[in-house]
């Protein structure tokens, strides 16, 4: 059986934090820390006025001085077509918030694991069709090409 290089990647896309882990050579599940050293990572984004968005710590720092550009608690609107208040007076699909997590997940996880272009993300049990199907757009969003889902 040949060796796949590309590490085995589960995510937990958290409604409050999220957390990566891979398979280590024996089969052990080893929690990644983010860029920041932490094992949770705070499923918060601030949409800056004039640059990229800030995931995690930074950004629930930045959103207690402007609350109207950070979007919390977002995997609770998947599914639906936008998420339930503006950010910079624009409805955005609370996929591509989501996108924006999974993507700031998946590069602090490639700097300890090397690139990889698949992963298992967890939903909730009760997730429905259009909910999965955000949850895959957003995994898409962040340059996962293979995506399985996994119930809660």
Same mark, same amino acid.
Do not use: Q, W
């Given at each position: 059986?040949?060796?796949? !290089?590309?590490?085995? *990647?589960?995510?937990?896309?958290? /409604?409050?934090? @999220?957390?990566?882990?891979?398979?280590?050579?024996?089969?052990? !599940? *080893?929690? #990644? !820390?983010? @860029?920041?050293?932490? %094992?949770? /990572?705070? @499923?918060?984004?601030?949409?800056?006025?004039?640059?990229?968005?800030?995931? $995690?710590?930074?950004? *629930?720092?930045? $959103? #207690?001085?402007?609350?109207? %550009?950070?979007?919390?608690?977002?995997?609770?609107?998947?599914?639906?077509?936008?998420?339930?208040?503006?950010?910079?007076?624009?409805?955005?699909?609370?996929?591509?918030? @989501? $996108?924006? *997590?999974?993507?700031? %997940?998946?590069?602090? =996880? =490639?700097?300890? /694991?090397?690139?990889?272009?698949?992963? +298992? +993300? /967890? +939903?909730?049990?009760?997730?429905?069709?259009?909910?999965?199907?955000?949850?895959?757009?957003?995994?898409?969003?962040?340059?996962?090409?293979?995506?399985?889902?996994?119930?809660?």
């Amino acid at each position: 059986m040949a060796h796949d !290089p590309e590490p085995l *990647i589960g995510i937990d896309l958290g /409604t409050t934090y @999220s957390t990566v882990a891979y398979l280590d050579p024996h089969g052990r !599940p *080893i929690c #990644l !820390p983010n @860029s920041e050293g932490d %094992l949770l /990572t705070p @499923s918060v984004v601030y949409f800056e006025e004039n640059g990229p968005a800030i995931v $995690g710590k930074e950004a *629930i720092k930045a $959103g #207690l001085a402007d609350p109207a %550009l950070m979007a919390d608690m977002v995997k609770r609107d998947m599914g639906k077509e936008v998420y339930h208040r503006p950010i910079r007076g624009k409805y955005l699909p609370p996929a591509a918030i @989501s $996108g924006v *997590i999974l993507h700031r %997940l998946v590069e602090d =996880a =490639a700097t300890r /694991t090397g690139p990889f272009k698949r992963a +298992v +993300v /967890t +939903v909730p049990a009760y997730f429905n069709e259009p909910r999965r199907k955000a949850t895959m757009d957003a995994a898409r969003m962040a340059g996962l090409a293979e995506v399985e889902l996994l119930n809660e």
